[in-house]
């Protein structure tokens, strides 16, 4: 009797573990991410004065920081999906569709698609957390190359303290 239930079980096991990829592959949801900033590789525009870190990316939209060096004086160009940018420090001159607006920090920006905008920065560095929103949000930074300056990136780890009770790491 032992061993038929034995013989029933792995039976019930082995079929369960072919099953298993069809049912992994049937699911089409995008997988949740976090991330820390200093363990991505930011990308710089190729004249070095912009700097992006690609936080995450979905199927509609992109979260990432963006950095504008001191002294630049950026072309316009034209949005394909819509911006929202919230400045962390620094501040800047925005035209858009050459209507000029002074940025700073704790200031929010939203730029709907089809916009020309350029940027105008002073003396300090441009700090920003980037949202596009639409189906190719974020792609106008595949081309940028990866950085590779002094600066030190990633950032030395330090030991981090552990998550409130509750809080899953995965």
Same mark, same amino acid.
């Given at each position: 009797m032992k061993a038929i239930r034995l013989g029933m079980a792995m039976a019930i096991g082995v079929t369960a573990a072919l099953m298993a990829p069809m049912v992994i592959a049937a699911v *089409? &949801?995008?997988?949740? *991410? +976090? %991330?820390?900033? !200093?363990? %991505?590789t930011p990308r710089v525009s190729e004249s070095g004065e912009a700097r992006v870190v690609p936080m995450t990316q979905g199927k509609w939209a992109y979260l990432g920081e963006f950095v504008l060096q001191p002294g630049v004086q950026r072309t316009p160009e034209q949005r394909s999906e819509e911006e929202y940018l919230y400045v962390l420090s620094g501040s800047a001159i925005l035209a %858009?569709? @050459?209507?000029?607006?002074? +940025? @700073?920090?704790?200031?929010?920006?939203?730029?709907? &698609? @089809? +916009? !020309? +905008?350029?940027? *105008?920065?002073g003396g300090e560095r441009l700090v920003a957390v980037q949202f596009f929103a639409g189906p190719a949000a974020g792609t106008q930074y595949n081309d940028w190359m990866p950085e590779e300056n002094d600066e030190v990136w990633p950032r030395p780890r330090r030991m981090p303290r552990p998550p409130p009770s509750g809080v899953s790491l995965r």
């Open positions: *089409s &949801a995008p997988m949740a *991410s +976090v %991330v820390q900033a !200093d363990r %991505v %858009v569709d @050459g209507e000029r607006y002074f +940025v @700073g920090p704790r200031m929010g920006v939203y730029l709907p &698609a @089809g +916009v !020309d +905008v350029q940027w *105008s920065n």
